[in-house]
């Protein structure tokens, strides 16, 4: 199996920043075997892909309301993927979830919530104005 644990949530003042890491395990975990990135779910329950990483940890999507404030990264060494969180709104407000599905081939296809089999608890990040 794969074990997402993530960390870093909190609150914080609009403008403010928040990095957010998932740390990856299990024995099934391999290195540059799995494409990865974060979901967030809304207090509406609506869930969004924020940011992707393919298995080479090169990022490969951003939603459009993140791009130019938030920066997905691997840490290879450390098994961990982070996502770095600078001019925060109010409208980013949710619970942030890491996800990982595995890819043997680099392909990471579709990038919606049902295709990622891993997850991790969600850390919540609050912005107030």
């Known amino acids: 199996q794969v074990q997402l644990q993530e960390s870093g949530g909190g609150s914080v003042q609009a403008g403010g920043s928040l990095r957010l890491s998932c740390a990856a395990s299990?024995?099934?975990?391999?290195?540059?075997?799995?494409?990865m990135g974060w979901f967030r779910q809304f207090p509406t329950k609506e869930r969004e892909g924020v940011a992707f990483?393919?298995?080479?940890?090169?990022?490969?999507h951003y939603t459009d309301s993140v791009k130019g404030r938030f920066a997905i990264s691997l840490d290879n060494a450390k098994n961990t993927l982070y996502l770095q969180m600078n001019s925060l709104k109010p409208e980013d407000t949710a619970m942030y979830y890491c996800?990982?599905?595995?890819?043997?081939?680099?392909?990471?296809?579709?990038?919606?919530?049902?295709?990622?089999?891993?997850w991790g608890q969600g850390t919540q990040v609050t912005v107030s104005s």
């Open positions: 996800a990982a599905r595995y890819s043997s081939i680099n392909y990471c296809g579709s990038l919606t919530g049902p295709d990622f089999p891993y």
């Open positions: 299990g024995s099934k975990y391999r290195k540059g075997e799995y494409c």
């Open positions: 990483i393919d298995t080479g940890g090169r990022p490969i």
